[in-house]
T-cell receptor
Framework: AQSVTQLDSHVSVSEGTPVLLRCNYS??????LFWYVQHPNKGLQLLLK??????LVKGINGFEAEFKKSETSFHLTKPSAHMSDAAEYFC???????????FGTGTRLKVLA | EPEVTQTPSHQVTQMGQEVILRCVPI?????FYWYRQILGQKVEFLVS????????KSEIFDDQFSVERPDGSNFTLKIRSTKLEDSAMYFC?????????????FGPGTRLTVT
């Protein structure tokens, strides 16, 4: 069965410093992985997706993620945090069959001025 | 850009009452989903719907829940007799075909509060 594990429930960074949000996956086949962001009282917005093309995926708002099969990881990074990046971030794996999403538990990113 | 819409944005209901949450998926999409997020918890899959029938449901989706696509545009989630623990944010999502590569597009959610 597919699953994702987000290793940090909370991450705090100072504005202008790099962001690293960690996600490990488990899948019996080559997975499709996504990162979504949820701002307070808002819906889910797709940041980026990996679907077995390039292992380094670029998304919106300067975020990117690298798929590492050897480490079963799909960590989300951004070189320089902005106050507007403060939100909840979800790592997601898609299942075969009905293509439902399996969500990680989320990482709340706090950006300090 | 097309988007998934959901109504109402917030619904307050009393325990034991029936509620219907409405979603309008993107028009050319074929797969439809409901998820829920209890406050402070992760997003959980409820049900998927394809070709006018349920294709998969989670253990959360018991006999109190039902889904319908009544008119080819709306996609509804009905909770027959709400419980306090049904209080959550409910998200509708849709996708076109595309196998494992196609992402789901989410609506803004309906916050359901059961008192």
């Amino acid at each position: 069965a597919q699953s994702v594990t987000q290793l940090d429930s909370h991450v705090s960074v100072s504005e202008g410093t790099p962001v690293l949000l960690r996600c490990n996956y488990s899948s019996s086949y080559s997975p499709s992985l996504f990162w979504y962001v949820q701002h307070p009282n808002k819906g889910l917005q797709l940041l980026l997706k990996y679907t077995s093309a390039a292992t380094l995926v670029k998304g919106i708002n300067g975020f990117e993620a690298e798929f590492k099969k050897s480490e079963t990881s799909f960590h989300l990074t951004k070189p320089s945090a902005h106050m507007s990046d403060a939100a909840e971030y979800f790592c997601v794996v898609i299942t075969s069959g009905t293509y439902k999403y399996i969500f990680g538990t989320g990482t709340r990113l706090k950006v300090l001025a | 850009e097309p988007e998934v819409t959901q109504t109402p944005s917030h619904q307050v209901t009393q325990m034991g009452q029936e509620v219907i949450l409405r979603c309008v998926p993107i028009s050319n999409h074929l797969y439809f989903y409901w998820y829920r997020q209890i406050l402070g918890q992760k997003v959980e899959f409820l049900v998927s719907f394809y070709n006018n029938e349920i294709s998969e449901k989670s253990e959360i989706f018991d006999d109190q829940f039902s889904v319908e696509r009544p008119d080819g545009s709306n996609f509804t989630l009905k909770i027959r007799s709400t419980k306090l623990e049904d209080s959550a944010m409910y998200f509708c999502a849709s996708r076109t075909s595309g196998g494992l590569m196609g992402e789901q597009y989410f609506g803004p959610g309906t916050r359901l509060t059961v008192t």
